[in-house]
């Protein structure tokens, strides 16, 4: 039986930014379990939702985004990657340009409807009996075609506002040198 000062732990825990700290030596120290782990574990936390700050122990500088991104290559190099080379050079490509902004944005908000549709199509198979799951997964491709029409659709949208957005920002910029169009 679970006490009532771990239940309320526990569902701390959950709701709590865990900060993590990294220490010169390579090191992450959980903050709230007073223990070292690694880069697996701070992953797993990050596959389970829970809020994550990577912070440096001297300096308590953000290295959140760092250690995301050192958990993204050992992912990319070591078993199947995700980004063809084809995808990750055209990425590279927009760094330093003018819409790199806007592909940051586009890639968050593409990423966030895809895990969307995750979201729903795992809620809706939790009640799938194995026969039920069968059935499902023969039907699936017309759902799930439906499903990532409404993906490519809303990918379309975006991109459309991230032009307008970006046309009427090069009008003022040209309004402003007094050179409109």
């Known amino acids: 039986m679970v006490s009532k000062k771990q239940a309320s732990s526990a569902a701390e825990s959950a709701t709590t930014q865990r900060i993590i700290k990294k220490y010169p030596n390579r090191r992450l120290y959980d903050t709230l379990t007073s223990s070292y782990i690694t880069l697996a574990e701070v992953k797993q936390m990050v596959m389970d939702n829970l809020p994550v700050v990577v912070l440096d122990a001297k300096t308590q500088e953000d290295l959140t985004r760092s250690i995301f991104l ?5 992912e990319e190099t070591g078993g199947v ?5 084809r995808a990750l050079a055209n990425i590279i490509r927009f760094y330093g340009h003018a819409m ?3 592909m940051g944005t586009y890639l968050e908000k ?5 895990m969307d549709i995750q979201h729903k199509m795992s809620e ?16 699936q491709s017309p759902l799930l ?7 490519v659709e809303q990918s379309q949208n975006m991109f459309v506002q ?6 009427k920002q090069t009008e003022q910029v040209l ?3 007094g050179l409109k169009r």
């Open 110 to 114: 593409n990423v966030q409807s895809f």
């Open 145 to 151: 075609q439906g499903m990532m029409g409404s993906y």
């Open 162 to 167: 991230m032009q307008d957005q970006l046309q």
């Open 70 to 74: 050192q958990i993204i290559l050992e």
């Open 124 to 139: 809706q198979s939790q009640t799938l009996s194995p026969e039920m799951w069968k059935q499902f997964m023969t039907m």
């Open 81 to 85: 990657p995700m980004f063809t080379e």
């Open 100 to 102: 790199q902004g806007f």
């Open 175 to 177: 309004g402003a040198m």
